[in-house]
């Protein structure tokens, strides 16, 4: 092998020059198709999968509330369904204790969405559900400018000028800064968009209702000293109602309508299974029995959901394996809430109990 000087090329035989052309002229006359054969020109690219929404369809909400602890009928969902596809408000109807109040909270948390709540009551008004100035901040702010007052109006020469300043500085206190968002204007104002839970609508007046029109049909609240303030990203709304007085028709018009009724043996028996899972099979067929057969007696406030939930707590905290007559007399001031009816029950409960275990031993 020559020596080769650093920095200097080697020399290259003829025969690894004939090597050389011979395999670059192989690959310049190779037909294109194997070319093509062998390394592809275009790539097929596979969109990732993209997450289904919770509300996408009604069994996925059925599936979705039941995995949050809420077991929904098909016509709750069907109303969520179109309440979130539509963007209309949800107005729920139905006794106390029925799961109104749960819904809201069920469906923020199958959405992972803040729940912002309201509880109506006799005398709310705008000032307490939509905004409110700070006057503490006011009152500051006015103090400061009073102690410049001076180099402020120092180049005012006459009353007008000084007037006309002294309107600008009025408008200054009455801006966003200065202004406290409540439940409403909160919920419009959500960045990422909202539960909103306006709670026992029929506790507060008519004139609030009347006051709510807007919010329910455009998603938007109208503020004198600022104006029209729409919502960045529609909330979902949700309305709950006992029945306490007639809803106008004007409320009702911009709402869907969704009534919960007490539910039936079956469904139940779901529910007490969700919400307290530490409870037997047997003994969750005969308190749902029992409860039942409650319903069907003169009653000033029959048992509903909420009381079953509670009751089953109670009985798997007392360790009862059955119900007996001295655990439901022990007991009964939690299904219960009247003296009255109390009074009433207890000289049935024999019977009730024993019709209780004829329908879950049947079943």
């Known amino acids: 092998m020559p020596t080769v000087a650093f920095g200097a090329q080697p020399r290259q035989t003829n025969s690894y020059c004939r090597s050389t052309r011979l395999f670059f002229r192989s690959w310049a006359f190779r037909p294109a198709a194997r070319i093509e054969s062998q390394r592809p020109l275009t790539v097929q690219l596979t969109k990732s999968p993209v997450a289904e929404s919770p509300l996408a369809s009604v069994e996925s909400i059925i599936t979705g509330l039941a995995g949050v602890g809420y077991i929904a009928s098909r016509r709750i969902a069907t109303a969520l369904f179109m309440a979130q596809h539509l963007s209309k408000p949800v107005l729920v109807e139905g006794t106390a204790g029925v799961g109104k109040t749960e819904l809201a909270i069920a469906t923020s948390t199958l959405l992972d969405l803040p729940l912002i709540r309201m509880q109506c009551y006799e005398g709310l008004d705008e000032s307490k559900a939509l905004y409110e100035w700070k006057y503490g901040k006011q009152l500051l702010y006015t103090q400061i400018l009073k102690d410049r007052m001076g ?3 120092a180049d005012a020469h006459t009353m007008e000028a000084a007037m006309d300043r002294l309107h600008g500085m009025g408008d ?3 801006s966003e800064p200065f202004m406290e ?4 204007l909160k919920a419009l104002q959500s960045e990422a968009g909202c539960v909103l839970l306006i709670d026992e609508i029929d506790k507060s007046d008519e ?11 455009a998603f938007q609240a109208s ?18 109602s006992n029945n306490v007085r007639d809803l ?3 409320l009702k018009r911009r709402c869907l309508h969704l009534h919960i009724p007490l539910p039936d043996a079956r469904l139940e028996e779901r529910i007490v299974a ?3 899972p530490g409870v037997e099979a047997a003994l969750r067929r005969e308190l749902v029995a029992f409860v039942q057969s409650l319903r069907d007696l003169d009653l000033r406030k029959v048992p509903s959901i909420s009381e079953t939930v509670d009751w089953a707590r109670a009985l798997v905290l007392l360790h009862a394996e059955a119900l007996s007559v001295d655990v439901v007399r022990e007991t009964l001031n939690v ?6 009816d109390i009074v009433a029950v207890e000289p049935k409960l024999n019977d009730l109990l024993g019709r209780a275990a004829e329908v879950s031993g049947g079943e």
Not at 181 to 184: A, Q, S, V
Not at 207 to 217: I, K, M, N, Q
Not at 224 to 236: F, Q, V, Y
Not at 335 to 340: D, M, P, S, T, W
């Open 274 to 276: 969700t919400r307290v």
């Open 335 to 340: 299904l219960l809430k009247f003296e009255q």
């Open 223 to 240: 503020i004198p000293e600022i104006g029209t303030i729409k919502a960045k990203i529609p909330p979902l709304v949700f309305l709950t």
């Open 181 to 184: 968002p409540r439940p409403i």
């Open 172 to 174: 200054m206190f009455f």
């Open 248 to 250: 106008g028709d004007a």
């Open 207 to 217: 004139a609030f209702e009347a006051f709510l029109l807007e919010v329910l049909s």
């Open 151 to 153: 180099e402020a109006l």
